[in-house]
């Protein structure tokens, strides 16, 4: 048995005081309001559900600020997929281990208590597969179990270097697979994260250029009734070959065509018209926004404000991993919005005037939909959860949802003092407690890689 005593804690139906928490095997088992705390508690000043990452690529963390420099022509999306390219051939698995393991840590620093790995560095690095299909995922689910985190993995189907079948390029050779293929990975994935304490596999489909139509039906029958994660309408370019090959655009095209519901997490999504913002919001499914990365890239700015108008969902990703920091993301989230609109405060509402509560709620339960994952701090969801350091002098003074506005608006870092998952506590003092021996690791293996 877990005890902790909180002076406020924000639960399910809003913020309480003087809660006192219990839990066992990694699971809550009583929530109280209004409490006194009692011999064995461990004492808190503020606590905070756990929120998902609901899309990460961990092996682009070691790649972190090494394509911030010109080319010699324009540089865009495209000319950074080719650096990236280049690392995701190099890694091995222990490289990819030892990455993953840094990319997590601070994942968890942050705030963030699951990833969806949205996985798809499958084979050696001449393309040859492995003799476990699933090498790399559980590389993966060994980073996930040293360093705590909840893992939802998202092995990627990748069988096409464009619309129309167009065959694979030599720099995706790590990454193809046929349709049995894939079918195996599956299964080899589901063993690999058995292991691991409250583990997900889904499917990902790793987008319309990328697989054919046949290949994204094969891969929904893999996946069952599991989650379905697929990048979209990232690029305009993606958004225009499309058009010419199928006469629609990719949203318009997934919506009319595959089964698209509450299971489907819909990643970057940036290039929509307004009938496919309704039409998103009307199946049920989650919006994947990544707006570091979105930004870092030249991606475009997602219509969130029109999402948050028709009533759609969604939650955020740290994606290629160049920045990892949960309030950055919600941040930039509503400060892309101020700038297209050029108004203030457009992601709150009448009903929560607060904006950092409403981007927060918004990720939390958008991330837990699509990973497939309850954080919420109730009697029987895991016991997931962040506490706040009261000492923090931007937090002096603040209650409530005031907390979560300086979180995400004035957090320079140093805010977040404990994160738990599983009823364990991996950071302590903003610091994970293996944070030295895996940046050690991680260094090595950048060493070794010998890419810069």
């Known amino acids: 048995m877990q005890s902790w005593w909180f002076e406020a804690a924000l639960l399910a139906d809003g913020w309480a005081e003087r809660v006192r928490m219990t839990a066992q095997d990694g699971r809550i088992l009583a929530v109280t309001t209004h409490a006194a705390p009692e011999a064995g508690d461990v004492r808190y000043g503020v606590a905070l559900p756990g929120i998902a990452n609901l899309h990460s690529h961990a092996f682009q963390r070691g790649m972190a600020g090494m394509a911030e420099r010109r080319g010699p022509g324009a540089d865009s999306f495209w000319t950074w997929r080719d650096l990236m390219y280049r690392f995701a051939n190099a890694i091995g698995p222990e490289e990819l281990e030892a990455i993953a393991a840094l990319a997590f840590v601070e994942m968890l620093e942050a705030g963030f208590v699951r990833v969806g790995e949205f996985h798809y560095v499958h084979h050696d690095r001449d393309g040859t597969p492995f003799a476990d299909p699933a090498e790399m995922g559980a590389r993966l689910a060994a980073a996930a179990a040293e360093t705590g985190i909840g893992l939802t993995l998202l092995p990627v189907l990748y069988m096409t270097s464009g619309f129309g079948g167009v065959a694979p390029k030599p720099e995706q050779r790590r990454f193809v697979q046929d349709a049995d293929g894939y079918a195996r990975l599956i299964e080899a994935s589901?063993?690999?994260?058995?292991?691991?304490?409250?583990?997900?596999?889904?499917?990902?489909?790793?987008?319309?250029?990328?697989?054919?139509?046949?290949?994204?039906?094969?891969?929904?029958?893999?996946?069952?009734?599991?989650?379905?994660?697929?990048?979209?309408?990232?690029?305009?370019?993606?958004?225009?070959?499309?058009?010419?090959?199928?006469?629609?655009?990719?949203?318009?095209?997934?919506?009319?065509?595959?089964?698209?519901?509450?299971?489907?997490?819909?990643?970057?999504?940036?290039?929509?018209?307004?009938?496919?913002?309704?039409?998103?919001?009307?199946?049920?499914?989650?919006?994947?926004?990544?707006?570091?990365?979105?930004?870092?890239?030249?991606?475009?700015?997602?219509?969130?404000?029109?999402?948050?108008?028709?009533?759609?969902?969604?939650?955020?990703?740290?994606?290629?991993?160049?920045?990892?920091?949960?309030?950055?993301?919600?941040?930039?989230?509503?400060?892309?919005?101020?700038?297209?609109?050029?108004?203030?405060?457009?992601?709150?509402?009448?009903?929560?005037?607060?904006?950092?509560?409403?981007?927060?709620?918004?990720?939390?339960?958008?991330?837990?939909?699509?990973?497939?994952?309850?954080?919420?701090?109730?009697?029987?969801?895991?016991?997931?959860?962040?506490?706040?350091?009261?000492?923090?002098?931007?937090?002096?003074?603040?209650?409530?949802?005031?907390?979560?506005?300086?979180?995400?608006?004035?957090?320079?870092?140093?805010?977040?003092?404990?994160?738990?998952?599983?009823?364990?506590?991996?950071?302590?003092?903003?610091?994970?407690?293996?944070?030295a021996a895996v940046v050690r690791r991680y260094a090595a293996a950048l060493a070794g890689l010998g890419i810069a």
């Not at 010419?244 to 929509?272: F, K, Y």
């Not at 999402?307 to 969604?314: E, K, M, S, Y």
């Open 190 to 435: 589901r063993a690999a994260v058995a292991g691991l304490a409250d583990a997900r596999v889904g499917v990902a489909p790793h987008s319309l250029r990328a697989v054919t139509p046949e290949g994204l039906y094969a891969a929904l029958a893999a996946g069952g009734e599991g989650r379905v994660h697929i990048h979209i309408a990232e690029q305009t370019g993606e958004v225009e070959d499309c058009l010419r090959h199928s006469g629609a655009r990719p949203v318009e095209w997934l919506l009319a065509n595959a089964p698209v519901d509450a299971r489907w997490c819909l990643v970057h999504a940036t290039h929509v018209t307004e009938a496919e913002l309704s039409g998103i919001a009307r199946s049920g499914a989650v919006v994947g926004l990544c707006p570091i990365t979105e930004a870092n890239l030249g991606d475009g700015v997602f219509p969130a404000a029109e999402l948050h108008a028709v009533g759609g969902r969604f939650g955020v990703g740290s994606d290629s991993n160049v920045l990892i920091d949960l309030a950055q993301e919600l941040r930039s989230l509503e400060y892309s919005q101020r700038l297209t609109h050029r108004a203030r405060n457009l992601l709150s509402s009448a009903e929560c005037p607060s904006t950092g509560r409403t981007l927060f709620d918004a990720a939390r339960r958008g991330g837990a939909q699509a990973l497939a994952a309850d954080h919420d701090l109730a009697p029987g969801a895991r016991a997931d959860f962040v506490t706040l350091d009261r000492a923090h002098p931007t937090l002096a003074g603040r209650s409530g949802d005031a907390l979560l506005d300086a979180f995400v608006f004035a957090n320079g870092g140093g805010m977040i003092d404990g994160v738990w998952c599983g009823g364990r506590q991996w950071v302590q003092g903003g610091r994970h407690v293996a944070r």
